[in-house]
């Protein structure tokens, strides 16, 4: 076997490594924990096809402010109270008996239980939206977000 040797010096590319400084124990926190840091349950779930009368009943008997709706398990959507007072409210004897899927928001912006923290005060405080899914990796939900949450964790990293 044939050796060949260089005679360039070996380079280390961690030898200009300089680890990152963070000015708060907060900044620390959200750069570095995970979404999971930040309380993200009880959350409430609900299948995709109940009734609005049924979601709504669900998040008055419940005293939540959002529903998360899935179809096998799979996240398809949220209902918030700002859906029924945008959209169900004025027209709740037409749409009591339709599928929540109709009044829905579908799609919200999610984060993942990967993400960091950061990630949930972003999508709450940059992108204005007040509940915030948290998914795994195979896409089922397994939390949520809220201002609330993100101001109890800043305040426990301040």
């Known amino acids: 076997m044939t050796k060949t040797t260089s005679t360039e010096e070996f380079k ?4 200009q490594y300089v ?3 963070y000015a708060t124990r907060l900044e ?12 993200t ?7 995709s096809g109940v009734t609005v009368r049924e ?9 939540v402010s959002s529903l998360l709706v899935v179809d ?9 109270e700002r859906d029924v007072l945008e959209r169900v409210a004025e027209r709740f004897e037409e ?10 928001t579908e799609n919200p912006l999610v984060v993942y239980e990967t993400d960091k923290a950061a990630a949930g005060l972003s999508a709450i405080a940059v992108a204005g939206y007040r509940h915030v899914p948290v998914l795994n990796v ?12 993100v101001l109890a964790f800043v305040k426990d990293h301040l």
């Open 95 to 104: 749409l009591a008996d339709h599928p929540v899927d109709e009044v829905m």
């Open 55 to 63: 979601a709504i009943r669900t998040l008055h008997s419940l005293k």
């Open 12 to 15: 280390d590319p961690l030898k």
């Open 41 to 47: 349950q009880p959350f409430v779930e609900v299948e």
């Open 138 to 149: 195979e896409g089922r939900p397994v939390g949520i977000v809220s201002p609330h949450r």
């Open 72 to 80: 096998g398990g799979k996240l398809v959507g949220i209902f918030t």
């Open 28 to 39: 620390r926190s959200l750069a570095e924990e995970p979404i999971t840091a930040i309380q």
């Open 19 to 21: 680890p990152v400084q």
